[in-house]
């Protein structure tokens, strides 16, 4: 044997006699995904109702439990996650369209950067906006009864994703004045059923959990989704909603509102980024491939199960949902506006609520 030959062969010995390598397992252990958002909002429900499904498929089935971390629009919760590192694969992180939107606007209290995280978990919602009764019977699939009616508006802030019910509603020439500072939509929610606000918007999940309960009750009108993408690229009626106009229905129903030019290419640029990827779960800098791969496979697991399409369709919506290579893409799409897009909301935010982002 040939001195090469005895080195190959004391190599693949050591191989065979070494263990395998451990696969992931999670066996006893909890995993916290945080939300950087109140307890009440859209985002608090879609990882509530995501939680449980993950911990039925993650490797040794976990308890995975949902905390909560809001302030400043979850820019607070968000420059926390930035500063974590992976450890043993028991964090993962939750953003919303209210995260990217002050991301994409290079907002001065944004420390954090999508390109160091790692996407798993990525999918889709919509949006309703809904009036008061006495308002609402006004409504008639047109924003011209309405334009002489003030309107109050429970608002996280001109930045986040409150950036596509605002500048929708300016260019219907409605008269909306946003009360800032909300910690989450679901306690603009609250301000518009104790009567201090008069329209309202929540995204699909809130408003299915519980603003349609409002509407059954008498307390509320529908007046339009923020619509979904065909495969062009086309604005059409949200899945989960499809009874509902959507804003480019009422825009083209109401006087001076135009779906085209300036305006109308930046709303829709922003409502690409926040909605049709509006909620991406991360792990953090960092993760090994085979602790990504095992949460891809069971988000993969989850939304490949026979009875999710009806139990989301009840809780969060019918929209895709994206893992692995597809919620990287989704990422990307989700952080990313046009030079045009950008300027034209910059300016456009300090025309309109005086906010400065220099």
């Known amino acids: ?31 916290e995904w945080v939300i950087p958002f109140s307890e009440t909002g859209g985002s608090a429900k879609w990882a509530n109702f995501f939680a449980p499904l993950l911990s039925k498929e993650l490797p040794g089935n976990p308890t995975v439990v949902v905390k909560f971390m809001p302030g400043a629009g979850s820019t607070k919760g968000a ?6 590192e992976y450890d043993d694969g028991t964090l993962i992180f939750g953003t919303s369209g209210s995260t990217q939107f002050p991301f994409l606007l290079d907002d001065p209290r944004v420390r954090y950067e999508y390109s160091d995280w790692v996407p798993v978990m990525a999918s889709g919602t919509g949006g309703v906006a809904y009036l008061n009764p006495e308002d609402g019977a006004k409504f008639d699939g047109s924003a011209n009864n309405l334009k002489d009616i ?58 299915l959990g519980a603003s349609a309960d409002l509407v059954a009750q008498g307390k509320a009108v529908p007046m339009m989704s923020w619509g979904a993408l065909d495969d062009e690229g086309n604005i059409v009626r949200d899945p989960t909603f ?3 106009p959507t804003f480019k229905e009422v825009c083209e129903a109401t ?104």
């Open 79 to 84: 420059n926390w996650f930035q500063e974590q």
């Open 242 to 244: 499809p009874d509902m």
């Open 150 to 207: 003030d309107f109050i508006y429970g608002s996280q802030g001109a930045t986040r994703l409150d950036l596509v019910p605002l500048l929708a509603w300016e260019m219907l020439g409605m008269n909306v004045e946003p009360v800032f500072g909300i910690k989450g939509r679901g306690d603009g929610r609250l301000m518009f059923e104790r009567g201090e606000a008069t329209i309202d918007y929540q995204t699909s999940s809130s408003y």
């Open 1 to 31: 044997m040939t001195i090469k030959q005895l080195a190959t062969s004391v190599a693949a010995a050591a191989f065979l006699a070494s263990p395998a390598l451990a696969e992931v397992d999670f066996s006893g252990k909890t995993i």
């Open 255 to 358: 006087d001076g509102c135009e779906t085209s030019g300036e305006a109308w290419d930046a709303w829709k640029a922003f409502f690409v980024a926040g909605f049709p990827v509006q909620k991406i779960a991360f792990l953090p800098n960092g993760t090994p491939d085979d602790v990504a791969q095992a949460y891809t496979d069971a988000f993969d697991a989850v939304r490949k199960s026979p009875d999710f399409p009806a139990i989301a369709a009840k809780h969060v919506g019918k929209y895709e949902v994206f893992v692995g290579a597809g919620a990287a893409r989704a990422t990307k799409e989700g952080t990313t506006v046009s030079p045009e897009a950008k300027a034209f909301v910059i300016n456009w935010l300090q025309e309109a609520y005086g906010v400065s982002l220099n």
